[in-house]
Nanobody, 117 residues
Framework: QVQLVESGGGLVQAGGSLRLSCAAS????????MGWFRQAPGKEREFVAG????????SYADSVKGRFTISRDNAKNTVYLQMNSLKSEDTAVYYC??????????WGQGTQVTVSS
């Protein structure tokens, strides 16, 4: 059974930083792309950042470029999202996901990030 468990969310003031982690278990994801998504209240889930299986290529939503960094440690089956210069509009539930083929097939339960202004 595949499990993705996010952690590291919380309450932070605007301008602060948080580091999210997503630990995967149940199978090895070292050959899979992984990503972070978020969903704010009343809004649709949106892509935040993605990383290839090797970590050699990353992609970001325009809204987080230059502030967020995605990385992974395949030995630990873990993907990270370093979030700096946080803004109130970054407030959302953050989800990690693993690609299978062309889609994100496995999802975590989410971790809440709240940025106070």
């Amino acid at each position: 059974q595949v499990q993705l468990v996010e952690s590291g969310g919380g309450l932070v003031q605007a301008g602060g930083s948080l580091r999210l982690s997503c630990a995967a278990s149940g199978r090895t994801f070292s050959s899979s792309g992984m990503g972070w998504f978020r969903q704010a209240p009343g809004k649709e889930r949106e892509f935040v950042a993605g990383i290839t299986w090797s970590g050699g290529r990353t992609s970001y939503a325009d809204s987080v470029k230059g502030r967020f960094t995605i990385s992974r440690d395949n030995a630990k089956n873990t993907v990270y999202l370093q979030m700096n210069s946080l803004k109130s509009e970054d407030t959302a539930v953050y989800y990690c996901a693993v690609r299978s083929g062309t889609t994100y097939a496995y999802w975590g339960q989410g971790t809440q990030v709240t940025v106070s202004s």
